[in-house]
């Protein structure tokens, strides 16, 4: 008898194929396995009972980083076998395969990397079938050397036979290379370049032990490394990136050296070592043995992102030089990573001093990914990038294929095609060409990738998004239709959705706060409350309305938002934070400023400002972080029994600002302590949704928008509602606007499914 085992999920570009083989000789099994279009394809002889031990031995000993979502046994017509062999991948114009992450490189190569017997010891690019690069080297599926970047290297003898030798942990690795056969490094200085390969990494000590920043070729892009114990160097970073507060990131050698400078629970720790390796924002100890240069490092923080080496080439290099490294994107501010090598080599002299290169291809670009977590172990994801992205793992989409744009901050894409969810790396804000350029890249990457054809293209409300305009013009190419969804709306879909609760019948608040979004009246949302009650959606509360003084502006100094939430008898306290023009120019605007918001992010601001913490930013969410950090003082100090509210003006369905200014401004008049103020406004929120959830007899409640990358909001919440309420969290997507693209895709299919079932239904009612 002849049996066909299919396979689908994360299983191609993690060792599948040479385990399942390895399963077939243990279980004397002749048959074949393949990658397909939809995974991994295994045909066999065996006998009824045979074969079913066989499909069980499978699944019970799945590559640590598979992912498997469908498995299928069924008897086929009949052809025989031999023996058991790896066969040639079968091709397809289109595909469901879901894209492997980026894999940090495993315990055994890391081992190998530093055995002096080893015939790989200190090659920069070691891998196995368990770790190393994936999505961003991938040219094409199915995963196979040849759609690779790696296809330019040929292997040597002892590379081949490695991967040729069934009993080799390299056995069938795409990725398998070595100082013989593999990826070369070239050291560019202003005056040459160093091509000697055992000179390199020496050369590049020398320089960050001198103060010099060098920009490494990473993973998914070049990063700009400096030695984070030096003053001058850091600052000298600072100044070239025209960065002057934004906090940088810290590569470390090993665990333990992050241990003697940070406060580490458990599943921070983990999250360090697991494969996809994120930065991970963690407290700062008060007794750090390194002196490493946090003030300037993370100005007014007493949190810092800290990493361990998850590619070879920065082993070596942090290994070497024994003390922690600043380590950040390699770019302008505000512009995408850069991750060509001529880009690199012809612009990163302007911030490095030295660009360390190789020659294996970039193919797609990532950012490192960042998470947070609460003190109940509770992971916040900050952003969603290298090895993290493009796989999303939930609920089963429907049978419809969708794209969608995300949003214009923090933008993303999301693909539906063949029952697969794909989501893009964190791309970046698109407001620049070179950001808007990058989008187009992943985008074109992903349809030929997938060799997907949307049906439905769906995008912001905001019609003067870049996500927008490009989202009606794929679908004018595609010949296709555009569906528009409001932004927070996409938020609270995503939530949903990645909880499972989309299609229940459970009523759920949705807590949906962030900066701003278009909203369906033309103002601009982001204080909202929704009800989510038997795929109905309607909006029953929100900030009240305040101007949204000078647009984008506004954004960018929180001196603005005070000024725009202040009371009458109070503006003229303002005054001082402004010049005699500006504060002419601005109270004039005030009077006539027609665009109105709810921005429960503006409101941050805004009291941010009261209390003198930061009256123009330097970075997106500077103001909301300094009042989050004023507040986890104060909160500390008080003990973790703390919870004072101010009081609360709730009429019909908008919450009132003013009285909460006005009792924020009486305490900064009555010089109470700022952390005290920051910490009793975090209070106030928490009791705001208890309010609103009890008013309208909610069980549930759902959060989405940036401003629940607090940590410290977060933690309130769990502490103080978690008793009476069930409470829905992202779980791998940022609460950002990173998640918009999700959502809009669980927006669109639900609003499918139910016209499907019910063709009255009206799915987001879009009550105001």
Known sequence: MTYQINISGIVQGVGFRPMVYAVAKANEINGTV?????????????????????????LSNLPGNSKVTHHQLAEIKNQTF???????????????????????????CREELHNPSNRRYHYPFITCTECGPRYSIIQGLPYDRVNTAMSDFEMCEGCTAEYSATSDRRFYSQTNSCGTCGIELRLHLSSGVIESQTEILDSVNQLLLHGKTVAVKGVGGYLLLCDAT???????????????????????????????????????????????????????????????????????????????????????????????????SANISNSPIVYQDDEAVESLFAVADAVLVHNREIVIPQDDSVVRFTSKGTRIVMRRARGMSPAYLGPNPTEENILAMGAQLKSTIALQHACKTYLSQYIGDLESADTEKSYQTILKHLLAVTGAEPKLIVTDLHPDYTSTRLGQQQASSLNVSVKPVQHHEAHLAAVLSENDVLKSDVSVLGVVWDGTGLGGDNNHWGGEFFKWHEQELSRISHVNYFPMLLGDKMARE???????????????????????????????ALQTESTKTSSMGRLFDAVAAWCGLCDKGNYEGEAALLLEEAARGFIRSQGPGYFQSYQIQHRGKTIETSSLINQIVDDVQREIDLGEIAAQFHCTLVNLIRIVAKQNQFKSIAFSGGVFQNVLLVELIENHLSDDFKLFFHKQLSPNDECISFGQLAHAQIISSSLTHNSNSNVFSNTW
Not at 34 to 58: D, M, P, R, T
Not at 83 to 96: C, L, R
Not at 280 to 300: H, M
């Open 82 to 108: 031999r023996t058991f062999s790896i066969v040639e991948s079968t091709n397809s114009a289109t595909t469901s395969v879901m894209l492997s992450p980026d894999f940090a490189m495993c315990a055994q």
């Open 230 to 328: 030096n003053k001058e160097a850091v600052g000298q970073l600072r100044k070239r990136k025209h960065r002057p507060t934004k906090p940088f990131a810290v590569l470390y050698p090993t665990l333990l050296h992050i241990q003697e400078d940070f406060s580490l629970g458990k599943e921070e720790a983990d999250a360090l070592q697991n494969v996809e390796a994120p930065i991970v924002i963690v407290s700062l100890k008060s007794n750090s043995t390194t002196e490493i240069q946090t003030e300037l490092i993370a100005p007014g923080l007493q949190s810092v992102g800290v990493m361990l080496p998850y590619a070879p080439l920065l082993e070596l290099l942090v290994f070497q030089f024994q003390k922690p490294l600043v380590a950040t």
């Open 558 to 588: 929180p001196r603005l938002s005070a000024l725009a939430t202040a009371p009458t008898e109070h503006i003229h306290l303002l005054r001082s934070k402004f010049t005699a023009q500006e504060w002419k120019i601005y109270v004039s």
């Open 34 to 58: 393949s990658n397909s279009a939809e995974g991994v394809l295994i045909q066999f002889n065996a006998e009824e009972k045979k074969a079913q031990q066989f499909y069980k031995s499978i």
